[in-house]
């Protein structure tokens, strides 16, 4: 597997500085100074067609006069020279550029012409590049210091990806004084070329990073953004503050979803999906900076508290219950303990007041007693300065009663300033986060306790899925289509609910009628009582303008009605087409409850699906959320318990329980339809009526358009959904049905058993080693694959009407985008029917339509039969020059 592409911009060998200078004003000097200040150990080579040498170095007109490798280019030249330079690094062989010059993209002027000018160089002569408009990159713990910030960024574990040079700078500017280090100050600019997603995908594995902060003005590539950040959290904790929270949009929609749904509710919808957590000021920020430079985290979600102050220590837990952050309930045992060594009215219980005049001696024997409680996951010491507080003193106690090697976070509030600073900056040194209030230390606290609680919903894995009904992709796709074809951007209802069924969602039948006649046809059709509705393409809000009637018992009555709605609607809307009503029958399911479910497209994560309550008060209640498409059955379980409503689909008083399994199944197949179909813009189901007996769909809406021509089957989506195409169906000799597919989440279950079922030999082959069953987290990483980075297919033989997994291929996408790694094991008991030959194939073919030219991977020597197989496929084979009792087997494909 070739190293990841950015390697050597991260940790460059040699480095060429254009724009290089001895005056001391000038971008190119700063950096050059910055770079030789910081000890960088690799080649230097400053470029200058104006000058011989550079800071006692000497320097080149042009980079093809270097004569020696470069790894990394550093730009600070005028922006219209900067296509330029980046054709000559191209020729010359260096492959990656930090361009730190302004100057691109702004408006429509010369900016816009630069930046599509330096895109269309940089893509012909094969260079990544950083920016522009950056201010460059740190790399502490290889001494480089690219940037024109000041020198001397102390190296940790922390690394910063930011889109705003000016945090770079008071970051850089902060960590010192906070005995925080970094291992990484990434500045992105306008984020052209190289974006949060390559930075990502590099510091996931980089050894010296062991948490990521995020800040985010805007993500252009949504899929790779989600696709490295769900990679990277399953490594490391990312923390993510965002801008732009209250933006507004002015848009007219034409559905209630695309009304309520705003784009930071999409922004936390994604984050969600990637098990990162959101900072919502600079303050937070720097809060995660201090708890995760300590490099803790946290098996659970109790904080004590100890402090010598009441007020102080109800104010963190006030900001804990902000925070959904618990308190421990003290063990018995550590009640008893403090009683021997505190003063008779302290507070016996969590908050531990250990009382104004505690000195050292209190203050270490309930720090002791707190850490050592079991229900301790993490620990708070807060102190107010008093006339007799001695804050150096309980700061030492505090560090010597701790033990070196902590496993739970402990932070610090010594609240005050003057008299407390030198024992803050003891404890800071002696790597307890300190922080000068309570509140910023529980938030910092509550990073670690939604990581925990990230990690603990990866592991939740849906239910095998029971007897599928499969949509009529076929029909559904020519409803959309021949609307299209009409010119038209919305469905009419019977559309949209034609359009439903062929998804399976329950509807109410619905039908057209131009006249009062037709319209005593079509109730007495359906059978009274019914709703009727004005049918107009240019009204979506019916009850808005009074064109609805509900609960009509008779034909006198239904003749009256129409005509009294097409006259409303004339009157209120005397421009629009009215095509008559419609009429269906009135709902009889028992205790229903009003729901919406809908979906909306966001410019930047494209469709997005929300749940909330419904009804005609719909955007005056506003109680929905929002999740990311695909659903799952645990993802839409999530999704409905993020709402109020959610609390009305359990029983209460006369009311049974809302059938939630019937919720939780449309949910899944309007996201199988959002994905399936791109031309989707907007689908509203409102109201969606949910009762103990199933649910129904009475209204639904959905605007289209054309997608873009040269989008793929799954471009519109930021997360790719379960690929059906792959789906490949076939016999074996015997004539036992085999299913080849793409793995899914629901098949944790079989995956599972499967790999038990293994022989021990079987497991060695693919395992490399003993394995008994798969853990929590490996059963996740192997059933909840990210299609778009690889491809898990699972071989199914159909047993009367279940189904058992007898084999498994996948593969991984390197990071050079071109070549993939596979795997592959066949169960004991099906082997040499040709299956392994099969599930190959099949993963030839899914690789190729993931644009793969190379598939390699490695084989124990022992293992004849897989070395027959890859001879057979024509896969090459070599001994591993490091690992001789492995072969390494490539094949073009």
Known sequence: MEANPLARMMNPRSIAVFGASDKADRVGAKVLSNLLADGFEGAIFPINPHHRSVAGLKCFPDIQSVGAEVDLAVIATPARTVPGIIRDCGEAGVRNAIILSAGFGEGDGDGAHYERELVEAARRAGVRFMGPNCVGLVRPWQKMNATFLRAGTPKGRIALISQSGALNAAIADWAGPHHLGFSALVSLGNATNIDFGDVMQF??????????????????????????????????????????????????????????????????????????????????????????????????????????????GVLAADRAGDCRVRLSNLAPETIASLDKVLPPYWSRSNPIDVLGDAGPKEYAAAVKAAYDDPNTDGLLVLLTPQAMTDATAIARAVVEVLPQRRTKPVLASFMGETSVAEARELLSSKGLPDFATPEPAVSAFSYLVQHHRNRKLALETPSPLGEQHHPDLDGARMIVEAVLADERDMLSEVESKALMRAFHIPVNTTIEAASEAEALVAAETVGFPVAMKINSPDISHKSDIGGVRMNITDAAEAMVAFRDIVATAKAAR????????????????????????????????????????????????????????????????????????????????????????????????????????????????????????????????????????????????????????????????????????????????????????????????RFMGALNELSPEMLVQFTQIDYRREMALVAMVRRGRKEEQVGVARYVINPDGKSCEFAIVVGDQLQHKGIGTRLMKALFRAARDHGMTVMEGTVLKNNAPMLKLMSELGFSQRIDPAEPDIVLVERNL
Do not use: W
């Not at 490295?228 to 399953?234: D, E, I, L, P, V």
């Not at 076939?730 to 899914?744: A, H, N």
């Not at 944790?748 to 038990?756: G, K, L």
């Open 574 to 765: 005397p421009n629009a087409r009215i095509k008559g009503v419609t009429v269906e029958p009135m709902s009889h399911l028992r205790g229903a409850r009003e729901l919406v479910i809908g979906a909306s497209r966001d410019p930047v994560f494209g469709p997005a699906i929300l749940f909330g309550a419904g009804g005609t008060m719909v955007e005056v209640l506003k109680d929905s959320a929002v999740a990311l498409p695909p659903l799952n059955s645990v993802l839409a379980s999530r999704l409905i318990n993020r709402t109020r409503v959610s609390a009305l689909l359990g029983a209460f008083r006369d009311r049974e329980a809302v059938d939630r399994e019937a919720v939780i199944d449309v949910l899944m197949r309007v996201s199988d339809m959002i994905c399936e179909l791109p031309q989707i813009v907007e689908l509203d189901i409102n109201p969606l009526f949910a009762g103990a007996d199933g649910v129904l769909a009475v209204d639904a809406r959905v605007k289209v358009a054309r997608p873009p021509a040269r989008d793929g089957r799954y471009d519109h989506v930021a997360i790719h959904p379960y690929p059906r195409h792959l789906v490949h169906e076939e016999f074996l000799p015997d004539g036992t049905p085999l299913v080849i597919r793409p793995i899914r989440p629901e098949d944790a279950e079989s995956e599972q058993s499967f790999v038990r079922g293994l022989s021990d030999e079987a497991k060695m082959f």
């Open 203 to 312: 510091l996931a594995t980089d050894p010296h990073t062991d948490a990521i902060l995020l800040y985010v003005e805007g993500i252009k590539r949504a899929p790779d953004f989600l696709s490295a950040m769900r990679a990277t959290t399953r490594l490391k904790p990312v923390i993510v503050l965002k801008s732009g929270r209250h933006e507004t949009s002015s848009k007219a929609a034409a559905t209630h979803t695309g009304a309520l749904m705003g784009a930071d509710a999409v922004f936390d919808a994604a984050l969600e999906r990637t098990g990162a957590v959101r900072a919502l000021s600079f303050g937070q920020l720097f809060a995660a900076a201090e708890i995760l430079a300590a490099n803790k985290r946290t098996r659970g979600e109790r904080l004590t508290i100890v402090t010598n102050g009441g007020g102080a």
